[in-house]
């Protein structure tokens, strides 16, 4: 039997509707995105961001900022949005030009309204088992587990990838929730050994198809965060064959992307909640 496709789509239509109540309720919420340069996959994000943050009542700025923007002017624009108390939650667009610093831009952020949870003061909370900020790509992955019942405590867990956006923190939520975490990367050798063994299986890598139907349990979920754009479309980190093993598994696209956006938008309602004392997790 064919694995049970998780449908991300329709679950980031629910939880925005949840965002959307959630709004209607603070009176108001205040989101800024900032993007520097031309790079059009960064344009496409932050306009679906923009149109849907729009969809559920949060009121948005677009700020977008050309490509020889220096350091200097990006962290007065920066500081200008942490002091702007209409704003609750911002966000700025990587990757940057290669001449701004990532690192001290990231830093410039006040934590409370570090919406994609990438500051070290809301990584160190996660590590910690804090509440927090954490990344929209992780916590709609755990959202997904949730909504579809899939037991986490005591199975064991294969993150592939560890990029401090998804992979790092995907494997301390999972952690978080008693599964037993193995985290691969480049250099793993015998990649099969540990996703053979994985009851969830979370590919976050960024290669076409890396994972074959082979590489799969039988029975396993199958959580794809792969976008590998091609002449033929966008296609995940693993081989759709997977679809005959595994018993949950999420499309691409359809997938972990929509829940993406969906839950920015709800850590966005979160910090403007958390700004006004209304719940604790971000100090
Ligand atoms: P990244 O920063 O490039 O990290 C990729 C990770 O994969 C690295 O940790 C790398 O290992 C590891 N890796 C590379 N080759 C490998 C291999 N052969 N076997 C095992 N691990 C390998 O990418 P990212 O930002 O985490 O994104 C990963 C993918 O998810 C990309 O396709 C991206 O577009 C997609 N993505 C999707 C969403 C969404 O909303 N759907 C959100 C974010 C990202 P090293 O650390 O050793 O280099």
């Avoid at 030009?97 to 952020?109: N, S, Y």
């Avoid at 949870?117 to 927090?132: D, K, M, S, V, W």
């Avoid at 990838?161 to 599964?179: F, Y």
Wanted: glycine residues 10%; hydrophobic residues 45%.
């Amino acid at each position: 039997m064919p694995a049970q496709l998780i449908d991300g789509k329709s679950l980031a239509a629910k939880v925005r509707e949840e965002v959307a109540a959630e709004v209607e309720e603070l009176g108001h919420v205040g989101l800024a995105t900032v993007l520097v340069g031309d790079d059009p996959a960064s344009h496409v994000y932050i306009n679906l961001k923009q149109k849907h943050a729009g969809g559920v009542g949060i009121r948005a700025r677009d700020i977008k900022l050309p490509a020889e923007t220096t350091q200097e002017e990006l962290l007065a624009t920066i500081d200008e949005l942490n002091n702007d108390d209409s704003i609750d939650g911002l966000l700025v667009q990587l990757p940057l030009p290669d001449h701004l610093d990532e690192a001290r831009v990231i830093e410039a952020i006040d934590p409370r309204k570090d919406i994609d949870g990438i500051h070290p003061y809301n990584a160190g909370c996660l590590y910690l088992g804090r509440p927090t900020l954490v990344p929209g790509t992780p916590l709609g992955i755990m959202r997904m587990l949730a909504e579809y019942d899939i037991p986490l405590s005591g199975a064991r867990a294969v993150v592939l990838g560890r990029s401090a956006i998804v992979g790092k923190p995907m494997a301390h939520l999972l952690l978080q929730a008693n599964a037993t975490v193995t985290v691969c990367h480049s250099r793993t050798q015998d990649l099969e050994r540990h996703t053979l063994d994985a009851d969830v299986l979370v590919a976050a890598v960024g290669q076409l198809h890396l994972v074959g139907a082979d590489m799969v349990k039988a029975g396993a979920t199958v959580i794809d965060v792969g976008m590998n754009r091609t002449e033929d479309g966008l296609f995940g980190d693993v081989d759709p064959g997977a679809m005959d093993v595994a018993a949950y598994m999420t499309p691409v696209p359809g997938g972990v992307g929509p829940m993406t956006i969906a839950m920015v938008l709800k850590n966005t309602a979160h910090a403007a909640r958390a700004r006004k004392g209304l719940v604790s997790g971000v100090s």
